[in-house]
């Protein structure tokens, strides 16, 4: 028996404690908007926020996570959308759209330690996701639309 | 039957629907899926025909008959019907049709989604639909308001009279009870509203929230989990197998044979990939299990050696060509097999109860994936029903159907519903793979930049005999097997002794003048199943010619571009990009030790000219920037034109800077995507797309810009360090 806060609830997991923990999401919990691309690693298709670390998690046994806090693509923003999902919207970024929740979740992560993320920090944080689609150029000035609006904020909160 | 029968577009059927309201549909002769619309009645909503329902308040849903694979045709097509139907794209609901003769493809004649001509083929029959709906329901709202239609107008979703304004929605009863009008006129180009806007897809909402739905995400109480061990050198058969380590493991429900191999099922599904690794199979040998990827090459080059090649087009005179040329040059060019990698691996879910089945997937056809289910089960064809959800990515990849088999085998053994989904591993090893291909292309250029003799040959694989061995089973569910391995057989001796494959030669020389060409190809198929693979053979093709281009204008003196321009005097869409892309480059300002290499390929109807900018750092190839410059005619939404080129860009530097399936006794030596590298976004170029509309209808826009990519950065790499890379994926002596 495995407990873990999941989106802010407290969620118990009676499963084998060997389960990568997307597989947990996904058929235990039934939240499918986490996905399923490589099972290795080398997508990012399957992140997740543990702890508020973006972590890959087709290769995470969900043991690893008890009394952890996991965050999905589908509690990343309590009420209305977050800002990057606003902003993939707004650049239309998704294609099949198969990656987008890997993406948006390493984009928050980094977001969240990082608020004014650079070109170059997006090109290290986001290089462990894939997208087939090729959506990198808009993942990216998605990503910096909203970099530099918090930029913009911090800035007027420093001159006020 | 013509399958480019104008009269199949016309509204032809009459009928009365459950919910009161008219349906009309698209008369396609030849397709079987007739009867009533797969359109679930919505609070009363009016079903003028297959494409439409509008409820009585006024909320309009479009029923989308081509699959959404990322290419955005779900925005763009209902931008084509609500341009005409004067209702905004972005406010309507948009689903996937169901499976109806109305939904068929007009070019394909069957419901399917490929060769980038979505949006070409239904532009016609849905502005035809939205302009006659429109017009439906303005003589419902003259009649209802007792005023002559002439004094209505309308506006994005409501009937105009004077300062009044009302909903649709309003006069759907009414319109319910008319004769649809036919022929209604369309909007002229000028007056046109949403085509030619940019605004976010419909889609892109439910992709950023992890709400969208694909083939995955299936859930059916009580369902199963399946993988399939398949032979590691493709088409051997199961000799022995020895389970009882996998059914020790945990989890484990049950092990079934399966057409294209042994079937794992558990309780989950990680848990039945664990187990499939400890089952023991021996595999019968075939003669692929001797080839090795060195050995691809040297065949191709010995068919072409002995010469013993079929021609596919000629024209003009070679030899006095070569007269009048001065410098020639031959080369030979090389490109590898590819797989495919949607980052959505293939998967299906099936429940089939007593006398039924519901089928949840993400394919390119859904007609072929019931009538797979149909041909198995031997259940009546109506009631079948398949749920085909987003698609996480396609390229070519799901249009073939061989999961579809597997599940319905494993379903038919097991009575549960079963999700059956291949590991990554699976989908590189196991697939389907472009055909590797060997083009020898002898070409001289005159003084003063004209091509003057250009003869090429191809050797390698041919994808259309496989294709139709998959697909003749999914589409004519009821012909016996004996006779569909007649036909598949027939096709694979007509392309290799007769005739050529339109598609393993396509791109050889269409771009270009090129008034005396000869064309000529040699099958040699080493046995790996081969498909369609995001530009078909303009994937290769365009490598070999544009690489070709760039030696010929070298060898001459000419610059590459003027050397284009000169040979596409004919070709006056193309001539146009490529002087777009001519001024583009003039602007551009290149850093030090950065080089411009171009490439221009027509393909699907759309011509591209793409400029790369390189540079070469630590030994590594490093792509900076794209501008890629396109004709795609009239752009329904250009925002989704520039992304599909851009994704065409990226998907096309994978190939060319890491794309390489392998074989080793047979078997395909990669596996995941450490060893099938993808572009990544650390190493992704800025692209700048250019969209020159020359007028005219709207062309392709998924493939076309894949093929210009990588002899641009081959070109451009020879300028940075003068080494010519004719093999693919591009190495560095
Ligand atoms: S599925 Fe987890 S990294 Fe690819
Ligand atoms: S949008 Fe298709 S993989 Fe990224």
Known sequence: MIEFELNGQPVVFNGASDTPLLWAIRDHFKLKGSKFGCGAGLCGACTMHVDSTAMRTCILPVAAVAGKRITTIEGLSGDGLHPLQAAWVEHNVPQCGYCQSGQIMSAAALLSSNPRATTDDIDQALAGNICRCGCYPRIKEAILSVAELSYDATTEETSA | MSIRNVSRRRFLKLGATAGGGLIIGVNLPGCSFSGALPIEQESDGFIPH???????????????????????????????????????????????????????????????????????????????????????????????????????????????????????????????????????????????????????????????????????????????????????????????????????????????????????????????????????????????????????????????????????????????????????????????????????????????????????????????????VERLTGLPRSNIRVNNLYLGG???????????????????????????????????????????????????????????????????????????????????????????????????????????????????????????????????????????????????????????????????????????????????????????????????????????????HSSFATDVAEIAEVSIENGEIRVHKVTCVADVGTAINPDIVRAQLEGAVMFGLTATLYGRIDLDQGEVKQSNFHDYQILRMDRAPAVDVILVNSGGDPTGIGEPGVPPIAPAVANAVFKATGQRLRELPLKLA
Request: hydrophobic share 45%; charged share 20%; with cysteine.
């Open chain 2, 394 to 600: 396609g390229f070519g990849r799901r249009g073939t159907l061989t999961h579809i088999v597997e599940v319905t085998e494993i379903a038919m053994a097991i009575d549960k519903p079963v999700q059956l989904l291949w590991s990554r591993e699976d989908d590189i090893r196991n697939g389907l793979y472009r055909p590797a291909s060997l083009m020898r292309i002898k070409a001289g250029v005159t003084t003063d930049g004209i091509v003057s003799a250009w003869d090429v040959q191809r050797a390698g694989g041919n994808i259309t005999a496989d294709t139709l061995t998959n697909m003749l089973p999914a589409l004519l569910p009821s012909l016996p097997s004996s006779l569909l391995n007649g036909l598949s057989g027939f096709a694979e001796y007509l392309f290799s002794q007769w005739t050529v494959d339109p598609s393993s030669v396509e791109g050889l020389h269409e771009t270009y003048d090129f008034e005396n060409h000869r064309i000529a190809h040699a099958t040699v198929d080493h046995g790996l199943p081969l498909t369609f693979w995001r530009s078909v053979g303009h994937s290769y093709t365009a490598f070999a010619v544009e690489s070709m281009m760039d030696e010929l204008a070298d060898r001459a003196g000419i610059d590459p571009m003027s050397l284009r321009l000169a040979n596409t005097e004919n070709k006056p869409r193309m001539h146009g990009v490529l002087q777009t892309a001519q001024a583009a480059m003039k602007s551009m300002t290149v850093p030090d030790g950065h080089h411009l290499g171009i490439a221009a």
């Open chain 2, 50 to 372: 297959a494409f439409l329902q509008i409820t009585p308040d006024n909320q309009v849903i479009f029923y989308c008959p081509s699959d959404e694979m990322g290419q955005g045709v779900r925005t763009g097509l209902a931008t084509i019907i609500g341009e005409e139907l004067d209702f905004h794209p972005r406010d309507m609901v948009v689903k996937a049709a169901g499976l109806h003769e109305d939904y068929a493809n007009p070019e394909f004649g069957v419901q399917a989604t490929g060769g980038s001509n979505a949006v070409r083929v239904f532009w016609g029959p849905l502005r035809q639909a939205g302009a006659d709906t429109r017009a439906l329901l303005l003589n419902a709202a003259a009649q209802d308001l007792g005023v002559s239609a002439s004094e209505l107008t309308t506006d994005n979703g409501y009937i105009i009279v004077g300062d009044d304004r009302f909903p649709y929605g309003d006069f759907v009863t009414t319109a319910a009870q008319l004769a649809m009008p036919t022929e209604t006129p369309l909007k002229s180009n000028a007056s046109f509203k949403y085509i030619g806007n940019e605004f976010s897809r419909v889609d892109a909402l439910a992709k950023s929230t992890g709400a969208a739905e694909f083939g995955i995400d299936a859930d059916i109480p009580g369902m199963v989990y399946a993988v399939v061990v398949r032979a590691p050198v493709a088409g051997a058969r199961v000799l022995s197998v020895d389970k009882t380590a996998a059914e020790a493991m945990p989890g484990v429900v049950a092990i079934v044979p399966v057409s294209s191999g042994i079937a794992v099922v558990a309780n989950a599904y990680w848990r039945a990939k664990n187990a499939a690794q400890v089952l023991e199979i021996s595999w019968e040998d075939i003669p692929l299990g001797q080839v090795s990827s060195a050995q691809v090459r040297t065949d191709f080059e010995a068919a072409l050696a002995e010469g013993d090649t079929v021609e596919a087009s000629t024209q003009g005179e070679l030899v006095a060509g070569f007269d009048a040329a001065s410098s020639t040059l031959e080369a030979d060019y090389f490109a590898p097999f590819l797989a495919h990698t949607p980052l959505e691996p293939v998967n299906a879910t099936l429940h089939i109860t007593d006398n039924s089945a519901e089928l949840w997937t993400g394919v390119q056809s859904i007609q072929g994936a019931q009538g797979l």
